[in-house]
Nanobody, 128 residues
Framework: QVQVVESGGGLVQTGGSLRLSCAAS????????MGWFRQAPGKEREFVAA????????HYGDSKKGRFTISKDGVKNTVYLQMNSLKPEDTAIYYC?????????????????????WGAGTQVTVSS
């Protein structure tokens, strides 16, 4: 069974930064592709960013690239989301997702259905 645990959420002022972390535990011989999604109150879950299993390719949701940076610790199953210039509209629960699946294009990971395991989420609140 794969466990996914996020950390690093919190309260930050507009323009501030946060770094989210996510660790996936499971069979050590498997390296996962990993992604971040977020869900604000009353809204649907939204794709934020994804990175391939070896960390060679990344993909970002609309308006995230340039402010958010996803990175992975090589083939280890730890992923980070550096968020800069945060805005109140970034307030949401941020979920980490992982999958052992290999897709031809990194853009395939923008769909929540591409992932098999999810964390419980970490709250990010940006005050105005």
């Amino acid at each position: 069974q794969v466990q996914v645990v996020e950390s690093g959420g919190g309260l930050v002022q507009t323009g501030g930064s946060l770094r989210l972390s996510c660790a996936a535990s499971g069979p050590t011989f498997i390296s996962y592709s990993m992604g971040w999604f977020r869900q604000a109150p009353g809204k649907e879950r939204e794709f934020v960013a994804a990175i391939t299993w070896e960390g060679s390719a990344t993909h970002y949701g609309d308006s995230k690239k340039g402010r958010f940076t996803i990175s992975k610790d090589g083939v280890k199953n730890t992923v980070y989301l550096q968020m800069n210039s945060l805005k109140p509209e970034d307030t949401a629960i941020y979920y980490c997702a992982v999958t052992p699946s290999r897709y031809t294009s990194v853009t395939s990971y923008s769909a929540s259905t591409a992932f098999d395991y999810w964390g419980a989420g970490t709250q990010v609140t940006v005050s105005s």
